[in-house]
């Protein structure tokens, strides 16, 4: 089986990229799913130690969380250490069910897959981009979106160009789904075609 990383920084479209993939047929791992699952199972505990009175009726809660880590390095860096060993095994059990069910290619949907080194666990890494514009729009008219929390989680992410250079496949989503779909059934098609090289 394949495994192709999907990322892409904020407001880029990536989640509707890979509702596309699984339209398509495809096994997709989320792994910002995975976190708001574990943030109300597993990591609770350990989350409300490190960081007290972030949890909520015995879920983390997300807005006060993050409050506390968005501008602290040290405190995000505590986080990571609680959240990635969940995450990993997640993302372990979603590939072996992938791979069990006979499937030939499966997504794995992760924001930060370049910062993290996270493309040495796949084959093949696609990136979904916009333009710069696009991406603000879309971003500024979340909720609870302001521009200086958009910048603060932009620093945290390598930049668009980068990411494009280093991918192996390239998603513009600036144009609606068709051209999207598109994509992604020619993608798959290459796809079948390249060898397995994640460690």
């Known amino acids: 089986m394949l495994v192709l990383g999907l990322t892409g920084s904020i407001g880029m479209g990536k989640s509707t990229t890979a509702k596309l993939f699984a339209e398509a047929g495809v096994p997709v791992y989320d792994a910002d799913a995975t976190v708001h699952k574990i943030y109300e199972n597993e990591a609770v505990p350990a989350i409300e130690a490190a960081f007290p009175g972030t949890t909520v009726g015995g879920k983390v809660d997300r807005a006060l969380l993050s409050a506390k880590v968005v501008h602290d390095p040290a405190a ?3 986080l990571e250490a609680i959240v990635h060993p969940m995450l990993r095994a997640h ?3 979603f590939l072996d069910d ?6 030939p290619v499966a997504v794995v949907d992760v924001p930060l897959l370049f910062e993290t080194g996270g493309e040495k666990r796949v084959d093949a890494v696609v990136v979904v981009t916009t333009s ?3 991406q603000r729009e879309r971003i500024l008219a979340r909720d609870n979106m302001t521009p200086e ?3 603060a989680i932009l620093a945290r992410q390598m930049p668009d160009a980068e990411k494009r250079k280093r ?4 998603v513009d989503t600036s144009n609606g789904l068709d051209p999207v779909r598109l994509q992604i059934h020619e993608i798959l098609e290459a796809a079948a075609k390249m060898p397995r090289r994640r460690d």
Do not use: N, T, Y
Not at 98 to 103: H, I, L, P, R, V
Not at 167 to 170: C, H, I, L, Q
């Open 98 to 103: 992938a791979e069990s069910s006979g499937a």
């Open 167 to 170: 991918a192996d496949f390239v």
């Open 91 to 93: 993302h372990q059990q």
């Open 149 to 151: 929390k958009l910048d």
């Open 132 to 134: 710069p514009e696009v």
């Open 76 to 78: 995000m860096k505590r």
